[in-house]
């Protein structure tokens, strides 16, 4: 492996990661820095948690000069990832003057203005950057490269449109730099139409697949939560991720596990920038922590220290999946990855599990005491409970996912 010196990097800005801890370059950096220092165009496939935005960034800090207006426009997906990006490019190119900013919606637009005037690096969301395009308070007309990250995810957000618009008001001489977990037909599009010969670069994700364990439990819908419950009591857990498939599942849940002393708080796209930074700070600084997300965490996000990942809700896709069960299991640690399966994930579990089910093994249900789970309720209507208990389920699809046979409900 390469260092960072022999990539090309400035003595400078080695010293800085140096410094942050960053000493020897991942995979995707060892092959993107090169190509980018020489101004190439990329399309970059790596997965979370794989040191991409350095990867790009390292060439972003040393050729562009302060001062000299903005010069490099990143497009994200979603607001937590422009300020990651942000955060980790004002880290890396702390011994410089650049002005870098972060421009998304949800927030005041005049603090977005002024910023605009002195910035040399911006990273936003592609709604709010067409904002200012219509308002003409941001200019263009200097970009010298632009980078797509989370490419894909943009497109399935429906902002193709909107990112086209905007790569037709930058100059046609840039570098641009695409960044997709997986190539779809608007990622082809855009590389014939906007990009030059791109260097096609893929790299392995950081998850060791040794050291993650699949596991999934079937269940009544009914007893879903309280075999939640009855899990996280019995495992020693340190930072944990629940996946629900719908922003009101995710406060239900997250509300009655602190109704039953649980450390949870929920992380959904109805928080607005403040309430998701707050969320994010309290989940790095636990030891102990139960975020219960939907699918915008389940990408992007630099999530570290993850021990388990459970399904409440079967992702619609493996891909989904993947990205989920991605976020344990890293930098050669432990992880586990465990599904709450009812029969309204049978078939998407199904699909997911196709090729590969002897990964993910069906354990026997343990037992466990049935539990209450407190609804939310509609406006001016008084809360109800729902007993967690058992119920009787006769309709049950094969499992063809898992070696050909239905998922067992032993006791």
Known sequence: MKTFEELGLKPELVKTLNELGIVEPTEIQEKVIPLTLKGEDIIGGSATGSGKTLAFGASLIEKTEPGKGLQVLILTPTRELAEQISGALIDFSSFTDLQINTIYGGVPIDAQ????????????????????????????????????????????????????DIMNHCPRAKQTLLFSATIQEEVLMI???????????????????????????????????????????????????????????????????????????????NLNQSQRTRVLEQFHKSEAFILVCTDVAARGLDIKGVSHVYNYEFPKTKIEYTHRIGRTARAGKDGKAITILSDRDYESFRKATRYNPSE????????????????????????????????????????????????????
């Open 113 to 164: 203005i002024r910023y605009l005037r002195n910035s040399d690096i911006v990273v936003g969301t592609p709604g709010r950057i067409l904002d200012h395009i219509s308002r003409k308070t941001i200019d263009l007309s200097k970009i010298k490269t632009l980078v797509l990250d989370e490419a894909d995810r943009m497109f399935d957000m429906g902002f193709i449109n909107d990112v086209t």
């Open 191 to 269: 590389s014939k139409k906007y990009m030059k010969n791109p260097s096609e670069i893929s790299a392995e994700p950081e998850v060791d697949p040794s050291k993650l364990k699949q596991v999934f439990y079937d269940v009544p819908s009914n007893q879903k939560f309280s075999l939640l419950v009855h899990l996280l009591k019995q495992e020693k857990y340190g930072l944990v991720m629940i996946f629900c498939n719908t922003k009101r599942n995710a406060d239900l849940i997250s509300n009655n596990l602190q109704k039953y002393g649980f450390n949870s708080m929920a992380l959904h796209g």
């Open 360 to 411: 993910i093994e069906n354990l026997p249900l343990p037992k466990f005491d049935p539990i209450f789970i407190k609804m939310n309720s509609p406006p001016r209507e008084r809360s109800s409970f729902r007993r967690n208990g058992p119920r009787s389920n006769s309709r049950r699809p094969s499992n063809r996912g898992s070696q050909n046979r239905r998922p067992s409900r032993r006791r």
